[in-house]
């Protein structure tokens, strides 16, 4: 028998097989604001979406449901056009949708519960695409230091209906009120002093901060996925040693 570990946030709670969706027919050019500023606007109110095949697809990513009303609300309030309004049920880790639907809802599903879990928390700074920081400066210069964190935007299948998320430590450059600095050369000069560390303090560094967010519910339409966990070891009696490393992560979880 083989057996290969890695660091993954495999959902231990709903798959994501015939999920309830809201879907418009509508396109993105038809939207009176920026798309940003969409997604920004929907997320506070506990919705994610994605645009593909001429359609918007729609669902709550908070425990509340979400009625028609307030989708037609939504195309009125920002759409100059729109059609058909209706519910479909899909699979969102299919092939035809994963990428352009599955994995965008599942992202607005997790930065929304991020927000919402992380608030309040003084001593953690919240990013951008899913990541969070510490906010206790690890080195610094003058004006500007390195905090470290964890990124969680890395989302996979595992298999035909479940997700993992691979969590992945990441180092930030900011001023003294947490504002990202964006000159280059401050970054490379800063981050390069820290960013090289063992394996151990890399596992510690993910062990501390996912300590912070577990358990980790995340909503998503009429589903719950539940993360508690980042390591977890795949055994297999078929396959042999060499072969481990040849193995896709959807095969090793079939």
């Known amino acids: 028998m083989t057996s290969i570990s890695i660091n993954l946030m495999l959902n231990e709670g709903d798959l994501l097989e015939d999920v309830i969706l809201w879907r418009i027919e509508t ?3 038809n939207l009176k604001v920026s798309s940003e500023r969409f997604r920004k606007e929907l997320l506070r109110r506990g919705l994610g979406h994605a645009f593909f095949q001429k359609f918007l697809w729609l669902c709550s990513v908070s425990k509340e449901d979400v009625e028609k009303k307030e989708i037609m609300q939504i ?3 920002y759409f100059k056009r729109f059609d058909e309004i209706d519910v479909t049920t899909t699979t969102l880790t299919s092939d035809e949708l994963w990428l352009d639907v599955g994995i965008v809802l599942v992202r607005d599903a997790l930065s929304y519960t991020l927000r919402t879990k992380l608030r309040g928390h003084k001593d953690i700074i919240l990013m951008p695409k899913r990541r969070f920081y510490s906010s206790k400066f690890i080195t610094s210069g003058m004006y500007t230091g390195v905090i470290v964190g964890i990124s969680l935007d890395k989302i996979l299948r595992v298999n035909l209906s479940n997700i ?13 009120e947490y504002k990202i600095v964006k000159d280059p ?5 800063l981050i390069s002093r820290v960013s090289k560390g063992s394996s151990k303090k890399y596992e510690e560094i993910i062990e501390d901060l996912l300590g912070k967010v577990f358990p980790l519910d995340v909503y998503l339409s009429d589903r719950k996925l539940l993360f508690k966990g980042w390591k977890f070891t795949i055994k297999s009696e078929e396959r042999k040693e060499r072969d481990v490393k040849q193995v896709s992560l959807e095969e090793w979880f079939k």
């Open 27 to 29: 396109v993105r050019q």
């Open 75 to 77: 195309a009125k309030e």
């Open 164 to 176: 993992g998320i691979v969590p992945s430590v990441d180092y930030e450059c900011v001023d003294y």
């Open 185 to 189: 050369q401050t970054r490379s000069k």
